[in-house]
Every structure is written in structure tokens, then in C-alpha cells.
């Protein structure tokens, strides 16, 4: 799943507390998950043998590092600005039949356990491919405080194959930004050559500089690489948070050193060993079928849903066809099409939070303005704004193989295909038997013939693994299967809520990892967490002035998901207005002062320009609001960047909210 900053919102509401209001203002979610995930298919992994070798501890505790061999530093690293992160490197075989041979330097970053430290919890976020290296840096301080993880260690890593850690390049940027978004339904000899290019160029790129050495980037060897990082922390046992393929990562060490497994949260989890074709076909497209039509069911019955209508799935397919008949060009030149729609689409669908940026996506794409569009599906894919690709989508596919669970042939492609197209017209629809054919064969031209291990926990150390019921990109029968793989030292807990990866996103599910990895707590048997409820408007909400030159409430779903305004933590509301940031706060101060509130000093808690700050309690009732201004440079800092496409241009948004006390 996909990293994202830490929201701004977190660090504002949470500051406030020292704002000077006689009580306590406090937050309980810090989402480093970000609202768009990481890719089109969903992982797999392999286990090797069981390695019992380690530590026979059994206390369920990790000692304080006494021979760290490690060098923290300070990180000089783009991402990576907090002075509280350090980094490191650690140099492991790339071949651990071979120790002697070619190696690789893992990417480390920590945030270093805060008093008597009881040892490190490491995370990794999914994909495979994902960085856990920006995982830490962007929502570490989030997760150090919302998990109560003072005495650990939180330290993230590139697995091998992803960017800093030998990021896998099999092509150029160049290649991949023309195949990015090739159309998957080719009406010319053209189109068809294109798909031809996108997919037998990777495999000979990959194939041509890696050769025999691509099934080297494995998840066995991902969790031996754990195991390195465990004995250079000078640690007997670690604890470890894995979302989505994560949690097969997790699965797959625990398997092979059971006895140095502390704790394990595994958080969406992935376990598609033993899986037959037609499972490892349909289980996603079904998956995501299902969420599409509740989403679609959502926009009709919701005003503020900019595609909403009598028959949203109708006007979605019709989109489709004509992006398909006609792409949009967006300000940069490139195409937007059916795939770039397909994908945008199935990016917003992993979070409930994303459906209304996917509205707005789709309705700037019916007036002719793909911006939207391509701003979700680029960030799903890895992209930047000048072209710039992590290495997600090329090393995504090499572990997949190198894993070996996605590679049983289909005894009958053209049934599937069919089968396929019935059971999900809009995420299958286009699926064809060579396609079907191409994807096994794929992961043999690449790395051969892999089979993988099974996956069994023999220790003592507690495990929670997390499934949901409406996931659509992990299905809770892969919790199931895996909660009963870990033993009895294992507690699943079911989420009923929309949506992919919950840490600190669900109040009852972070609570409860929060518990594990701390204290070493499993919850009660048959668990079920349910989503958080929405925060209910203030009953002194609609007597708030508004001063002139303000907007009435706008939905803005782009500028709400960088702030982290979440309707189930915080009351808020977003309006426009062409005065100045500082103007629209002198304007509100002067407004609101009129109805018995009063103005006090709060430190400003965003180091953005062209960001200004209110802060006002009514005495009486103990209200208190804050409202923040972002003016139009504002948005060309990195952390808003990905709000721009709300945003029209000489405008400052201000955003009102209420801040609990």
C-alpha cells in the first residue's frame, strides 16, 4: 500500500493543546497510509525452509541492543527532513548461498525509542515494492505517538529490489512513462504493438540485466534481510507491523525464525498460497466489483458526489468508452484514456476517504480536464510531476515471480477469461485468455519455475492479524486462512468497515495494535472492529459568522485529503476566497469577535509560506474553533501539492474546524 505525508491536521489539532485553552486538545489518528495504495494487483510471497535456529527465548520481550553494529546518522535524504530520523545502511548478501558474492545496501531509518529502550518494531507497508524507508519518514512521529511505542524503536527499510535498496530498473522512465497507461482494450495495430512493447520490453529489460539473478529479489530472502537487520540492531527477537503483502512478509518470517518474533500486527493480510488459476484470477476484480458498486450507490445518494446522478455506474461506462473513442489531453501533453481512467479509479477505491476525489476526477474528466485523473493514477503508479518513477511498478512484478504463488496455469484460459468478464464487467471486462496465458508465462520467463513454501508459525510470540470484510484488494478468507497458519498464539480481528490498511486509520484497530506492540496484548477471541463514527456537527456550528468574500462550504476532496480532514476525526468545512491568507484571517478575527468569541495566540504548527492562523473560544459553551487560511502559494509546497488540482488559480482556501477540548 502507498505511503503518504503525515496529514497536515494531525500536527495542527495536536499542537493546539498547548494553545492555551484550559483543557486538553488531543487526536487519535495519524493515517501514514495515505488515501491512495500502491498497485493494480494485490501481492503474493513465498516461505523457505523453517530456521529455528535463533534465541529459545520465550519471555515475549527483546532486550535492550548491547552490540548494534549499525551506524545511525543523520539522514540526507529528501524524505527524510524530521531531526528526529536517523538512517543507516546494512550491507546483506544478495545471494545467501553465495555470501561472498554481490550484496546489497539496505536503506535503514529510525526513530530512535525514547527512555529504557525494550528493542524495535520494523515496518513494511506492502506492494511488494513499497518503500518502508518512506513509510517511517513520512508517518513515523505519527505512528511513535498514536501507538504509544515510546520504548521501541521504529525503524523502516527498502526491501532488496525497491528504491534505495537496488531499486530494480528494468527500463528507463522514458519507457515507462510512454507505457504507462497503455490501452488495455487495442482497436488498431498500433494500440496493439503498444501493449506488445509495454509488456515484452519489460521482461527482456529485466531479463537482459538481471538474468539468472531476478529470483534472488524474493520474500524468503526479503525475510532473511529482516533477520540480518534483527542481528545487526544486537537484538534477540523483533516486533513487526506489515500491511498487505507486508503481512505475508511478516507471515513468511515468523515461519522461518519463529523463536525471534516479538510481536506482529499484520494488517490486511495477504495469504494466497495453495490458491487455484480461478482464485488468483477473480479474487481482486470480484473484490473490487463489489466496493465499485457501493461507491456508485454512495454518489447517487450524495449531493456533495461532484459525479452523482441517477446512474452513476451508467455515466462511469460511458466515460470510459468515450476516453477510450477520444483520450483527454491534460496541460503536459500526455493522454488520458480508458486506462487512465480504469486505474484512477481502482486507486480511490482502496479508501473510503478517496470516493469523493474520485468524483471530482470524474467529473472535471466529463468537462474535458483529466488533471484529476491523472493525479490519482500517477500517484498510484509511482509517478511524479516531471516524469520521475520510484521503482513500485518494476519491482512489484519481479518479487511477485520470484515469490512464486501467482503462477498456476489456468487448465482452461478462454473459460476463465469468460467467467472473469461475468463476474466483473467493469474490473475484468477487457480480460481475454492470452492475457490470462501471458501473465503466468511471464513470471516464467522472468525467474522460472518458483514454488513456494508453506507458511506455518510455531512461536510464542503474539500475532493480530487484521482482515476486512469489505476489503477490495485483500479478502478476509486470506485473514482467515492465515490467522489459523500462526497458531494458537495468534487472534484474529475482523474489520467491518470500508477500505485497505487500517493502522491508525480505525480507533479500535489501532488501540489494539497499540496494545500488542507495546505490552505484548492480544485481544479477545472473535474481535470485531467497526468503523469510526462520523464527528457530529457542533451545535454552535451554523451561528458562525462568515465574512465577506467568502465562499458558502465547497467539497474539495484533493485539498481534505492532504490536511487529513477526515470526516470521522474532526468537524470541519472548506470555503474559497480571493482575499489574501492573512486577509482572510484579519476578516474572520474581526467577525467572529462579534458573537462572544475571543482570539488567542497559537503557535502555527505548518512550515508552509503563505499560511496563516486563527484560533478563538467562546468561554461560555468552551467552543473552539481554529481557522486556517492556505493562499495560492501555499500549494506549491511539496505536502500540498497533490491538493493543487482542487484549486483554482489566485485562490486561498480556508478550512474551519472545530478543535475538542
Same mark, same amino acid.
Given at each position: 500500500?502507498?505511503?503518504?505525508?503525515?496529514?497536515?491536521?494531525?500536527?495542527?489539532?495536536?499542537?493546539?493543546?498547548?494553545?492555551?485553552?484550559?483543557?486538553?486538545?488531543?487526536?487519535?489518528?495519524?493515517?501514514?497510509?495515505?488515501?491512495?495504495?500502491?498497485?493494480?494487483?494485490?501481492?503474493?510471497?513465498?516461505?523457505? @525452509?523453517?530456521?529455528?535456529?535463533?534465541?529459545?527465548?520465550?519471555?515475549?520481550?527483546?532486550?535492550?541492543?548491547?552490540?548494534?553494529?549499525?551506524?545511525?546518522?543523520?539522514?540526507?535524504? =529528501?524524505?527524510?527532513q524530521d531531526p528526529a530520523l536517523?538512517?543507516?545502511?546494512?550491507? !546483506?548478501?544478495?545471494?545467501?548461498?553465495?555470501?561472498?558474492?554481490?550484496?546489497?545496501?539496505?536503506?535503514?531509518?529510525?526513530?530512535?525509542?525514547?527512555?529504557?529502550?525494550?528493542?524495535?518494531?520494523l515496518f513494511n507497508p506492502g506492494?511488494?515494492?513499497?518503500?518502508?524507508?518512506?513509510?517511517?519518514?513520512?508517518?513515523?512521529?505519527?505512528?511513535?505517538?498514536?501507538?504509544?511505542?515510546?520504548?521501541?524503536?521504529?525503524?523502516?527499510?527498502?526491501?532488496?529490489?525497491?528504491?534505495?535498496?537496488?531499486?530494480?530498473?528494468?527500463?528507463?522512465?522514458?519507457?515507462?512513462?510512454?507505457?504507462?497507461?497503455?490501452?488495455?482494450? =487495442?482497436?488498431?495495430?498500433?494500440?496493439?504493438?503498444?501493449?506488445? $512493447?509495454?509488456?515484452?520490453?519489460?521482461?527482456?529489460?529485466?531479463?537482459?540485466?538481471?538474468?539468472?539473478?531476478?529470483?534472488?529479489?524474493?520474500?524468503?530472502?526479503?525475510?532473511?534481510?529482516?533477520?540480518?537487520?534483527?542481528?545487526?540492531?544486537?537484538?534477540?527477537?523483533?516486533?513487526?507491523? +506489515?500491511?498487505?503483502?507486508?503481512?505475508?512478509? +511478516?507471515?513468511?518470517?515468523?515461519?522461518?525464525?519463529?523463536?525471534?518474533?516479538?510481536?506482529?500486527?499484520?494488517?490486511?493480510?495477504?495469504?494466497?498460497?495453495?490458491?487455484?488459476?480461478?482464485?488468483?484470477?477473480?479474487?481482486?476484480?470480484?473484490?473490487?466489483?463489489?466496493?465499485?458498486?457501493?461507491?456508485?450507490?454512495?454518489? $447517487? +445518494?450524495?449531493?456533495?458526489?461532484?459525479?452523482?446522478?441517477?446512474?452513476?455506474?451508467?455515466?462511469?461506462?460511458?466515460?470510459?468508452?468515450?476516453?477510450?473513442?477520444? @483520450?483527454?489531453?491534460?496541460?503536459?501533453?500526455?493522454?488520458?484514456?480508458?486506462?487512465?481512467?480504469?486505474?484512477?479509479?481502482?486507486?480511490?477505491?482502496?479508501?473510503?476517504s478517496g470516493w469523493p476525489f474520485?468524483?471530482?476526477?470524474?467529473?472535471?474528466?466529463?468537462?474535458?480536464?483529466?488533471?484529476?485523473?491523472?493525479?490519482?493514477?500517477?500517484?498510484?503508479?509511482?509517478?511524479?510531476?516531471?516524469?520521475?518513477?520510484?521503482?513500485?511498478?518494476?519491482?512489484?512484478? !519481479?518479487?511477485?515471480?520470484?515469490?512464486?504463488?501467482?503462477?498456476?496455469?489456468?487448465?482452461?484460459?478462454?473459460?476463465?477469461?469468460?467467467?472473469?468478464?461475468?463476474?466483473?464487467?467493469?474490473?475484468?471486462?477487457?480480460?481475454?485468455?492470452?492475457?490470462?496465458?501471458?501473465?503466468?508465462?511471464?513470471?516464467?520467463?522472468?525467474?522460472?519455475?518458483?514454488?513456494?513454501?508453506?507458511?506455518?508459525?510455531?512461536?510464542?510470540?503474539?500475532?493480530?492479524?487484521?482482515?476486512?470484510?469489505?476489503?477490495?484488494?485483500? @479478502?478476509?478468507?486470506? #485473514?482467515?486462512?492465515?490467522?489459523? $497458519?500462526?497458531?494458537?498464539?495468534?487472534?484474529?480481528?475482523?474489520?467491518?468497515? $470500508?477500505?485497505?490498511?487500517?493502522?491508525?486509520?480505525?480507533?479500535?484497530?489501532?488501540?489494539?495494535?497499540?496494545?500488542?506492540?507495546?505490552?505484548?496484548?492480544?485481544?479477545?477471541?472473535?474481535?470485531?472492529?467497526?468503523?469510526?463514527?462520523?464527528?457530529?456537527?457542533?451545535?454552535?456550528?451554523?451561528?458562525?459568522?462568515?465574512?465577506?468574500?467568502?465562499?458558502?462550504?465547497?467539497?474539495?476532496?484533493?485539498?481534505?485529503?492532504?490536511?487529513?480532514?477526515?470526516?470521522?476525526?474532526?468537524?470541519?468545512?472548506?470555503?474559497?476566497?480571493?482575499?489574501?491568507?492573512?486577509?482572510?484571517?484579519?476578516?474572520?478575527?474581526?467577525?467572529?469577535?462579534?458573537?462572544?468569541?475571543?482570539?488567542?495566540?497559537?503557535?502555527?504548527?505548518?512550515?508552509?509560506?503563505?499560511? #496563516?492562523?486563527?484560533?478563538? #473560544?467562546?468561554?461560555?459553551?468552551?467552543?473552539?474553533?481554529?481557522?486556517?487560511?492556505?493562499? @495560492?502559494?501555499?500549494?506549491?509546497?511539496?505536502?500540498?501539492?497533490?491538493?493543487?488540482?482542487?484549486?483554482?488559480?489566485?485562490?486561498?482556501?480556508?478550512?474551519?474546524?472545530?478543535?475538542?477540548?
Amino acid at each position: 500500500m502507498r505511503v503518504g505525508h503525515r496529514p497536515l491536521a494531525i500536527a495542527v489539532i495536536t499542537l493546539l493543546a498547548a494553545c492555551g485553552t484550559s483543557s486538553e486538545v488531543h487526536t487519535s489518528r495519524a493515517d501514514p497510509l495515505g488515501s491512495v495504495p500502491t498497485s493494480s494487483t494485490e501481492p503474493t510471497g513465498t516461505t523457505g @525452509p523453517s530456521d529455528t535456529t535463533g534465541p529459545s527465548d520465550t519471555t515475549g520481550s527483546s532486550q535492550p541492543a548491547t552490540n548494534s553494529t549499525l551506524k545511525w546518522g543523520p539522514c540526507n535524504d =529528501p524524505n527524510a527532513q524530521d531531526p528526529a530520523l536517523q538512517c543507516a545502511t546494512l550491507k !546483506v548478501p544478495l545471494d545467501y548461498d553465495n555470501p561472498s558474492g554481490d550484496s546489497v545496501d539496505l536503506a535503514l531509518i529510525k526513530i530512535p525509542a525514547q527512555g529504557d529502550r525494550i528493542g524495535a518494531v520494523l515496518f513494511n507497508p506492502g506492494g511488494p515494492g513499497a518503500s518502508g524507508f518512506d513509510f517511517v519518514a513520512f508517518g513515523g512521529p505519527g505512528m511513535a505517538s498514536g501507538l504509544g511505542l515510546d520504548k521501541l524503536d521504529l525503524i523502516g527499510f527498502d526491501p532488496r529490489g525497491v528504491d534505495r535498496s537496488g531499486g530494480i530498473h528494468c527500463v528507463t522512465d522514458d519507457f515507462e512513462d510512454k507505457h504507462l497507461y497503455v490501452d488495455d482494450t =487495442p482497436d488498431t495495430p498500433e494500440e496493439q504493438a503498444l501493449k506488445d $512493447e509495454a509488456n515484452n520490453g519489460f521482461i527482456d529489460g529485466c531479463v537482459q540485466k538481471y538474468g539468472d539473478k531476478l529470483r534472488l529479489y524474493s520474500t524468503v530472502n526479503t525475510a532473511r534481510d529482516m533477520d540480518a537487520i534483527r542481528e545487526a540492531l544486537g537484538d534477540d527477537k523483533i516486533s513487526f507491523y +506489515g500491511g498487505s503483502y507486508g503481512t505475508y512478509l +511478516g507471515a513468511t518470517y515468523a515461519s522461518m525464525f519463529p523463536d525471534r518474533v516479538r510481536a506482529m500486527v499484520l494488517d490486511s493480510a495477504v495469504e494466497p498460497n495453495g490458491d487455484t488459476a480461478e482464485q488468483q484470477f477473480e479474487t481482486q476484480p470480484v473484490a473490487f466489483e463489489s466496493v465499485f458498486n457501493r461507491w456508485a450507490a454512495w454518489c $447517487e +445518494g450524495e449531493p456533495t458526489c461532484d459525479f452523482t446522478g441517477a446512474d452513476v455506474a451508467g455515466r462511469w461506462d460511458k466515460l470510459r468508452q468515450q476516453l477510450d473513442d477520444a @483520450p483527454l489531453a491534460g496541460k503536459d501533453g500526455r493522454l488520458a484514456n480508458n486506462t487512465t481512467l480504469f486505474v484512477a479509479t481502482q486507486s480511490a477505491l482502496y479508501t473510503e476517504s478517496g470516493w469523493p476525489f474520485l468524483g471530482q476526477a470524474l467529473a472535471d474528466a466529463s468537462k474535458g480536464d483529466p488533471a484529476g485523473l491523472f493525479a490519482i493514477a500517477d500517484s498510484y503508479n509511482g509517478r511524479d510531476e516531471t516524469g520521475k518513477f520510484t521503482t513500485l511498478m518494476q519491482s512489484f512484478p !519481479v518479487i511477485e515471480c520470484a515469490s512464486g504463488t501467482d503462477n498456476t496455469p489456468a487448465a482452461d484460459p478462454e473459460a476463465l477469461a469468460a467467467d472473469l468478464r461475468a463476474k466483473a464487467p467493469r474490473f475484468a471486462g477487457s480480460v481475454q485468455a492470452a492475457d490470462i496465458v501471458f501473465e503466468t508465462d511471464r513470471c516464467n520467463k522472468l525467474v522460472g519455475s518458483v514454488k513456494p513454501g508453506p507458511i506455518s508459525y510455531s512461536g510464542d510470540g503474539p500475532i493480530v492479524v487484521v482482515g476486512g470484510t469489505n476489503d477490495p484488494a485483500t @479478502p478476509i478468507r486470506w #485473514a482467515t486462512k492465515l490467522a489459523g $497458519e500462526m497458531g494458537p498464539n495468534a487472534r484474529m480481528v475482523t474489520y467491518t468497515g $470500508e477500505g485497505h490498511g487500517q493502522l491508525l486509520a480505525n480507533n479500535c484497530l489501532t488501540a489494539i495494535a497499540a496494545a500488542l506492540l507495546s505490552d505484548l496484548t492480544l485481544p479477545e477471541p472473535d474481535t470485531t472492529c467497526e468503523a469510526n463514527p462520523v464527528v457530529p456537527k457542533p451545535p454552535w456550528w451554523d451561528s458562525l459568522p462568515i465574512p465577506d468574500g467568502y465562499s458558502d462550504p465547497v467539497q474539495m476532496p484533493a485539498v481534505s485529503a492532504a490536511l487529513g480532514a477526515s470526516p470521522d476525526e474532526v468537524f470541519s468545512e472548506l470555503r474559497t476566497t480571493k482575499l489574501g491568507a492573512q486577509e482572510a484571517i484579519d476578516a474572520y478575527s474581526n467577525s467572529i469577535r462579534r458573537i462572544g468569541f475571543d482570539q488567542f495566540d497559537a503557535p502555527l504548527a505548518i512550515p508552509i509560506d503563505d499560511v #496563516a492562523q486563527g484560533v478563538y #473560544a467562546e468561554q461560555t459553551s468552551g467552543a473552539v474553533l481554529a481557522v486556517i487560511a492556505f493562499g @495560492p502559494k501555499a500549494f506549491d509546497d511539496e505536502a500540498l501539492q497533490s491538493a493543487k488540482v482542487d484549486v483554482p488559480p489566485d485562490t486561498t482556501v480556508v478550512w474551519l474546524f472545530e478543535v475538542k477540548t
